[in-house]
């Protein structure tokens, strides 16, 4: 998994393996990724496609250790997840 913060201080993380999947079958350069769906709350985390270019212009990567416990249990991808 690949963790990012987003402009608005959110955090998403990004299965770097589904790219291909995304291009494949709908020619898009995009990810599947698990985000906020709602600005601030972890709680409401929801499945996505997000693209390269939304990392890219909006988002900064981080190391899965500056993301907070609270995210990376909601966000699902991580060993800690409840």
Do not use: K
């Not at 390269?52 to 995210?71: D, H, I, N, Q, T």
């Amino acid at each position: 998994m690949l963790y990012f913060r987003e402009a608005n201080g959110d955090f998403l993380a990004i299965d770097a393996a589904t790219n291909g999947y995304y291009r494949r079958c709908f020619g898009q350069d995009h990810f599947e990724g698990r985000a906020a769906a709602v600005a601030g709350q972890a709680g409401s985390v929801c499945t996505t496609a997000v693209s390269r270019e939304y990392l890219r212009a909006c988002c900064e990567r981080v190391a899965g250790s500056a993301v907070p416990a609270a995210w990376r249990r909601t966000i699902g991808f991580s060993e800690d997840a409840a």
